[in-house]
T-cell receptor, first 113, second 116 residues
Framework: EPEVTQTPSHQVTQMGQEVILRCVPI?????FYWYRQILGQKVEFLVS????????KSEIFDDQFSVERPDGSNFTLKIRSTKLEDSAMYFC???????????FGQGTRLTVV | AQSVAQPEDQVNVAEGNPLTVKCTYS??????LFWYVQYPNRGLQFLLK??????LVKGSYGFEAEFNKSQTSFHLKKPSALVSDSALYFC??????????????FGTGTRLKVLA
């Protein structure tokens, strides 16, 4: 069964460093997302991406964040200068149409120290 | 703006008893509604969805949900709970009114604990 894969599963970084979280969405999907979850609590929307551009972003997704789909298969989230409060589980998701469910990856646990 | 409310942080139920996890929503157009389950240290796993049609939708692992437009609710149900159903459950909505809005908005989650 096709699945969304995320790497790495766990990333520890020093405050102020840049991190790149990587995702491989399901191959025929058109809509891509990043969400984050802090301490197993609320799942927060960060950004959606469609037709090679950001379609929507939340207030959390400030200038420190960026997304790319560099090669038609990978979908990356970059955090330019990490803060302690960026520590969270980051989930990538994809869907194929507007009226279907999103499929989520297993997440990357980001720890900023 | 679209929103989802899950009024219960935790639901406890005895194994073999029916369970209900509540969800209400607010959207401007017609909603697409979803339930997901999350086991510890795992991603979100899709359970079921309502797009259109029958108000009672059936999903994975014996779960079902009832869409009630007048009450703007989409409660998750199962006739007989299993200990293995213990997990964190999220309701999500997608608004169909605004073109260009594709995001899923999640509720705060309800922890289901099934007691043996």
């Amino acid at each position: 069964e096709p699945e969304v894969t995320q790497t790495p599963s766990h990333q520890v970084t020093q405050m102020g460093q840049e991190v790149i979280l990587r995702c491989v969405p399901i191959s025929n999907h058109l809509y891509f997302y990043w969400y984050r979850q802090i301490l197993g609590q609320k799942v927060e929307f960060l950004v959606s991406f469609y037709n090679n551009e950001i379609s929507e972003k939340s207030e959390i997704f400030d200038d420190q964040f960026s997304v790319e789909r560099p090669d038609g298969s990978n979908f990356t989230l970059k955090i330019r200068s990490t803060k302690l409060e960026d520590s969270a589980m980051y989930f990538c998701a994809s869907s194929d149409q507007e009226n279907t469910e999103a499929f989520f990856g297993q997440g990357t646990r980001l720890t900023v120290v | 703006a679209q929103s989802v409310a899950q009024p219960e942080d935790q639901v406890n139920v005895a194994e073999g008893n029916p369970l209900t996890v509540k969800c209400t929503y607010s959207v401007s157009g017609n909603p697409y509604l979803f339930w997901y389950v999350q086991y510890p240290n795992r991603g979100l796993q899709f359970l079921l969805k309502y797009i259109t049609g029958d108000n009672l939708v059936k999903g994975s692992y014996g779960f079902e949900a009832e869409f009630n437009k007048s009450q703007t609710s989409f409660h998750l149900k199962k006739p007989s709970a299993l200990v293995s159903d213990s997990a964190l459950y999220f309701c999500a909505v997608r608004d169909t009114l605004y073109s260009g809005t594709y995001k899923y908005i999640f509720g705060t989650g309800t922890r289901l604990k099934v007691l043996a």
